[in-house]
């Protein structure tokens, strides 16, 4: 999901060193609290490796187990700067609930931000038709 991610960055223009990437979830299922055995630490991590700052947003997790388990900071929505790309790597209710809009706002207001869909939830078309560079497994 990574590769596929700085992929997507470079198609859409972007740098990939420096670029920002919020992440959607981090529990190993939708719905639940539960971050064992999510593979989510994984993205995270090979997205660093690529130089990409990586932001995630976590709705049902305790955010200090997040933090302390994985080693990864939750941040607040409201608290995220302007990323690059979004990937949607949980589809916990409170993300298929945001609209289209609410998840472009997310993002910096040059080109084409990358939307990684990974449970295909979204609709490439709403999604494209507001400028996101759409992919999915």
Not at 16 to 32: C, M, P, W
Not at 36 to 42: E, H, L, W
Not at 111 to 129: C, N, Q, W
Request: hydrophobic letters at 45%.
């Amino acid at each position: 999901m990574a590769e596929a991610t700085v992929k997507q960055l470079i198609r859409a223009g972007r740098a990939v060193q420096d670029a920002r990437i919020l992440i959607l979830g981090l529990t190993f299922k939708e719905n639940v609290p539960d971050l064992r055995n999510s593979r989510v630490v994984d993205i995270i991590t090979e997205l660093r490796d690529y130089g990409v700052e990586v932001f995630a947003h976590e709705p049902r997790a305790d955010a200090a187990e997040a933090e302390e388990e994985m080693g990864i900071a939750v941040t607040p929505l409201e608290a995220v700067p302007p990323v690059d790309g979004i990937v949607l790597a949980v589809s916990h209710q409170e993300y298929c609930d945001l609209s289209d809009e609410a998840l472009r706002r997310l993002c910096r207001d040059d080109g084409s931000p990358v939307f990684i869909d990974v449970k295909t939830v979204r609709d490439r078309k709403a999604l494209e038709a507001l400028g996101f560079r759409y992919w999915c497994l």
